[in-house]
């Protein structure tokens, strides 16, 4: 503690005692600012313009009146006539009571008035229901607290009985072959309308067929009247029908392949490795499973994706998609190997490649050979010597086979030209 600051307080009291007593005005003690090494910040600026009263108008009585009438005004006659009709004494009574306790001029200046895009159109009118601001009144009783759902012999008597009340009474069935039935129900009953009224207002409760409310959003059939042809998935006429769903068209779109040709994909889309990641949240634990997968022809073109859901099924899905839309080619000699020896490092994994003679065959573990098959390679040896991480081993494994030098643009730049002595050699009758 340094002893310069206290005696440089007691020197100022003792002057301004003894400049009292002699009546002399003592000097002000000096003032120490404290140091410091960064620069002084600007004066903000406030994030709104600053609106002054006159400007809105508001602050004679007559402007408060008047802006009072435009945007509050009182019940007509007419108006209140036709409420009137609607709601009887006491309820219009308790309505006049309201209207007389709140002040037009209080909401002027104390409430505020949304000016946003996104108000509501109106203030007091709550007959009106906006999808996008209120919520969608629930205008039927819940379920019993005591019921089932149906077995599978109720819900086969509950569909026995419904196509029983679809079929018309004034029509006689017998003697009729099947086309004459199946035109005359095509003409009488609307099997679409039925079909959607069974699956969306029909009850799945034993002993209980008063409808209930839902949390499931209504469907569309695909015949409804008034409906049909509005709503087209995209299918393509050259997939000759292998896509009428239009489950293929975006990846098509993206990849270029045709419908054929991502379904001969799919044979050959495995996946290689699958884990559980699990994410810490304000919420807890939240474990999603994570899947890496490769895509490959088996003709030179590999491709490899990897994807995280909560759902096992989705984030397989994503993978293979990926994997698909990743493919790219893979350089290969006389269609079956590589080009000398290639090595690839990931993390602590490291992955050496080399090629070898016709008929050796695929000498590597499961995920690599399962990579070599998938690209079109038949005969390679593949090492680890070091680490062998599953996700790290095939990511390098992919890396090494991207990363070959082609011989062919090695000799144009030096300069050379490539032959193939063997296939001069032998006339060209080489494995």
Not at 336 to 358: C, H, M, N, Y
Request: with cysteine; hydrophobic share 35%; net charge positive.
């Amino acid at each position: 503690m340094s002893v310069a600051r206290p005696a440089r307080c007691l020197l100022s009291r003792g002057l301004a005692a003894t400049g009292s007593k002699s009546g002399i005005a003592a000097p002000a003690p000096r003032c120490h600012a404290s140091f410091h090494s960064s620069a002084q910040l600007a004066k903000r600026k406030p994030r709104f313009k600053s609106i002054r009263a006159q400007e809105l108008g508001l602050v004679t009585p007559e402007k408060i009146e008047e802006f009072s009438k435009e945007n509050f005004p009182q019940y007509t006659p007419e108006e209140l006539e036709v409420l009137r009709q609607r709601y009887t004494p006491e309820q219009m009574a308790a309505l006049e009571a309201g209207e007389a306790a709140i002040d037009p001029k209080d909401l002027t200046i104390q409430g505020r008035i949304r000016r946003d895009p996104y108000r509501p159109p109106y203030l007091d009118d709550f007959s009106r229901i906006l999808p996008i601001v209120d919520k969608q009144p629930k205008t039927l009783p819940p379920p019993p607290e005591k019921v089932r759902f149906m077995t599978e012999e109720e819900h086969a008597n509950d569909l026995e009985k419904l196509i029983e009340e679809l079929m018309p009474k004034d029509v006689n069935f017998e003697g009729m072959t099947e086309e004459q039935i199946e035109k005359v129900l095509n003409e009488k009953v609307n099997f679409d309308v039925a079909e959607a009224k069974y699956f969306e207002e029909r009850s799945t409760l034993a002993n209980h067929d008063a409808p209930s409310n839902s949390a499931l959003a209504p469907g569309l059939g695909k015949n409804l009247r008034g409906v049909t042809g509005l709503y087209k998935t995209p299918v393509d006429p050259e997939d000759n029908g292998l896509d009428n769903e239009g489950v293929y068209q975006e990846l098509k779109r993206k990849s270029g392949l045709s419908v054929r040709d991502i379904l001969l994909l799919k044979r050959t889309t495995k996946v290689l490795v699958t884990r559980f990641v699990t994410n810490q949240t304000r919420l807890g634990k939240i474990q999603r499973m994570w899947v890496l997968a490769i895509a490959g022809n088996q003709n030179g073109c590999l491709g490899i994706g990897e994807a995280k859901s909560i759902e096992p099924s989705v984030a397989t899905a994503k993978a293979k998609y990926l994997a698909t839309l990743n493919m790219r080619p893979i350089p290969r000699y006389e269609d079956r190997t590589i080009f000398g020896s290639v090595e690839a490092k990931v993390g602590a994994t490291i992955v050496k490649l080399d090629s070898r003679p016709p008929g050796f065959g695929l000498r590597a573990s499961a995920r690599l050979f399962e990579i070599f098959r998938a690209a079109g390679i038949r005969d390679i040896a593949a090492k680890m010597p070091r680490g062998r991480n599953p996700m790290n081993s095939v990511k390098a494994c992919v890396q090494a086979l991207m990363s070959q030098r082609d011989p062919n643009e090695i000799a144009i730049g030096r300069g050379k030209k490539l032959v193939d002595v063997r296939k001069v050699y032998y006339g060209g009758n080489v494995l």
